[in-house]
């Protein structure tokens, strides 16, 4: 339900690298099959997507896979139990509470993943960290959290299973988003109001919540802000830890390293390589820690990571739905 960013990229890796067990039939958005279909198709961020595109009487087929289209703003009136839905992905951002989000339940499906950061879920999903707390005969509602959760909280989890994590803070460098302003315009919030291409403004983030949410043993121990910077994606996190126990600067590359080539395989990746937002375009792994900047002042260290917003948040959506369709309902 809902493509914009997040539902037009998750439908690329749908068709593109299909799953097991997966089909995506049907897609519901306000505006015409025609317009999805070309948005599609040529994207300002993630480039011209290789694929044959066509649409024809509310059917978008994207190479062989044909997808059934529907226009309706209720999802209550929505015909999932007719299409014989079993999950719906929602990222309209418009049904980030439970309460809402069960109009889709009420219409037929038998399972809903929110995509975004969710009140009132059955449970919030973070690949890398909880991802076996998944209970399919309980959890019928379901987050996957947010793209900055996704960032930090894979090597945040290691750190603290590690070494212990007595406090930590995050800035994250945020890519504006669709929800701001091209020019200065009314919003509840003074500093979203004002125009997105030509300030750095400061924002409060789900991170701040999502992430004892996600990692319970870090309620009251932290904390975040986003500032939204004028580029299209890629978030930059600026990760503070105080640390219980310190080790030398070698060990603790070397250990986040292990966890990447194992436990964390696909998830984190440690880069030696001099990058810049742009050259993360296209990565898969959900937090990319730059070496380089990782530095020691007695038992406090700062990390760089980068997170690709739209693609590296998409793989992870993905793979959540390739785990909830590998377990009984």
Known sequence: NGFGRIGRQLTRLLT??????????????????????????????QGIFPAEISSHN????????????????????LPWQAENIDLIIECSGHFTDAERAAAHLAAGARRVLITAAASNVDAIICLGVNENSYRPEEHKIISSSSCTTNCIAPALNAINRLWGVEQALATFIHSSTSAQHLLDHFDPD?????????????CPTSASHQIPAVIPTLHGRFDALAIRVPTP?????????????????ADFTAALAEEAAN????????????LVSIDLKGSKHSCVIDAEHIHFQDNMVKLLIWHANE?????RIK???????QQQY
């Open 311 to 315: 693609f590296a948040y998409c793989c």
């Open 16 to 45: 593109q690298f299909p799953a097991e067990n997966v089909k995506l039939a049907a897609v519901n958005t306000l505006e015409t099959t025609a317009t999805a279909a070309h948005l599609l198709k040529y994207d300002s961020c």
């Open 190 to 202: 003074p500093r979203r109001a004002r125009a997105a291409g030509l300030n750095l403004i400061p």
């Open 319 to 325: 793979d959540i739905i390739e785990l909830i369709a």
């Open 58 to 77: 509310d059917i978008l087929q994207v190479d062989h896979h044909k997808i059934s289209f529907f226009h309706e703003p209720d999802p209550v009136l």
């Open 233 to 249: 994606h890629i978030h930059l996190a600026d990760l503070t830890i105080c640390l219980r126990h310190t080790p030398d600067r």
């Open 263 to 274: 436990t964390l395989q696909g998830i984190m990746r440690i880069s030696n390589e001099p």
